[in-house]
């Protein structure tokens, strides 16, 4: 694969939303291939978070995307080598990049919380980025607070 790039999978849509963002949600939550755990896990979650939120108009579908799109980043830094010295170039994200690493972190932070059980700690993982606060929400400021930081050498961009 040295010319070419790989061609992008298609993702199917998740049989009870019909949403592609879904099935990709649910593609980095799995663990060994247990698609099914994983899909439960995620429908619980979302159960769990209408739940917790009862005077909120919107379906929970529609809290979990609002709650991705709080805790998706603009902007990181990455590492550039330049005459020894090693500088934290800030650059924008591209969007299928941006998708992935908000989910990451949402599930990142969601297995790092105390709880019973996954679709627990996803929930209020999800309520938490919902509100703007917990630590995926977090997570999404440091980077941006770095970005900012290191705006001086946004001249060595590649």
């Known amino acids: 694969m040295r010319k070419s790039t790989p061609k992008k999978r298609v993702i199917l849509p998740d049989p009870v939303f019909s949403d592609v963002k879904v099935s990709k949600f649910v593609n980095h939550l799995m663990y060994d291939g247990k698609k099914n755990t994983a899909f439960e896990i995620f429908y619980n979650a979302l159960e769990t978070v209408k739940a917790k939120l009862p005077n909120e108009e919107r379906s929970a579908l529609d809290i979990w ?13 990455k590492s550039r080598r330049v005459g020894g010295a ?3 170039v800030p650059t924008e994200i591209r969007p299928d990049r941006k998708e992935s690493v908000s989910m990451k972190n949402l599930i990142l932070y ?7 059980t996954m679709a627990d ?7 938490d980025a919902f509100n703007e606060q917990g630590g995926a929400f977090k997570r999404k400021e440091d980077m941006h607070k770095m970005a900012e930081a290191n705006r001086a050498f946004a001249h060595y961009r590649f």
């Open 110 to 116: 969601s297995r790092k919380r105390g709880g019973k």
């Open 86 to 88: 090693t500088f934290q």
């Open 121 to 127: 700690k996803l929930a209020a993982e999800i309520v």
């Open 65 to 77: 995307k609002k709650a991705l799109d709080n805790i998706t980043p603009q902007v990181e830094v």
